[in-house]
């Protein structure tokens, strides 16, 4: 879809269901829980930082970092960011391709669930890169490719809620293209709850039906 269609979409959703997670398009709130409670664990204690939410929506991810930790959430569906604020996140409508922050301002950036939503992520990974601090942490969530699972629903399903799928060696090496290194990777398996941590690609990947990847920017 284009991103005024999915600007809609999703302005629609906050309309509908507020400031609850199923304003987002995860399978169910168990499913948004897990994950973002094994994401955020997964992260690591952070406090005092300046943080980035990039595709916020409702806020429903990053609030838990709310209480310590300045944040900023950017999102196009003006509606979706009334949530946000309510939760705490200083709001800014606007364009992931053009984030309106000074180069290096964030020691966290965190992009859950958008980049599947694009064709063209390049531009994207660019920004988030662009306004990470040297040193600072990079975070992208997004479906796998590589899933026995969504290739079997992707057989039944006659619509699909997302434009593109990635594999972990792509993300990889866009992470290393844009200056980060230390890169790891968090494996989630719905409906099963729990998940792996690793450096790269696996024999049980095929099981795999989301993931997290983060890095550190390289200093100098």
């Known amino acids: 879809m284009s991103n005024s ?3 809609y979409y ?3 959703k906050a309309e509908v269901h507020g400031a609850s997670v199923k304003s987002s398009d995860y399978f169910d709130d168990a499913s948004f829980f897990m994950q973002r409670d094994n994401t955020l ?3 690591g204690e952070i406090s005092g930082k300046l943080v980035l939410d990039a595709g916020c929506g409702v806020g429903a991810f990053s ?3 709310v209480k310590q930790n300045t944040v900023y959430g950017v999102d196009f569906s003006e509606r979706s960011l009334a949530f946000a604020a309510g939760r705490g996140l200083h709001t800014v ?3 992931l391709t053009a984030l309106p922050f000074e180069d290096g301002m964030f020691d966290v ?3 859950i669930g958008v980049i599947q939503l694009i064709e063209q992520y390049t531009p994207v990974m660019a920004e988030l890169a662009r306004v990470t601090k040297p040193g600072g942490t990079l975070l992208v969530q997004t479906l796998h490719k590589g899933s026995l699972q969504r290739k079997i629903l992707g057989l039944f ?6 434009d593109k799928m990635y594999t972990l060696g792509e993300l990889a090496s866009a992470f290393s293209q844009y200056g980060f290194e230390k890169i790891e990777f968090l494996k989630m398996y719905h409906p099963f709850p729990f998940v792996t ?3 790269g690609e696996g024999l049980t990947d095929s099981f795999c039906t989301s993931f997290a990847i983060k890095g550190s920017k390289n200093i100098g």
Request: aromatic fraction near 14%; charged fraction near 35%.
């Open 157 to 162: 399903e006659q619509s699909k809620k997302f």
């Open 5 to 7: 269609n999915w600007k």
């Open 197 to 199: 941590v690793g450096k």
């Open 109 to 111: 950036v965190l992009c």
């Open 63 to 65: 609030e838990p970092l």
């Open 41 to 43: 664990r997964w992260l």
């Open 10 to 12: 999703f302005d629609k």
């Open 93 to 95: 409508t606007g364009d």
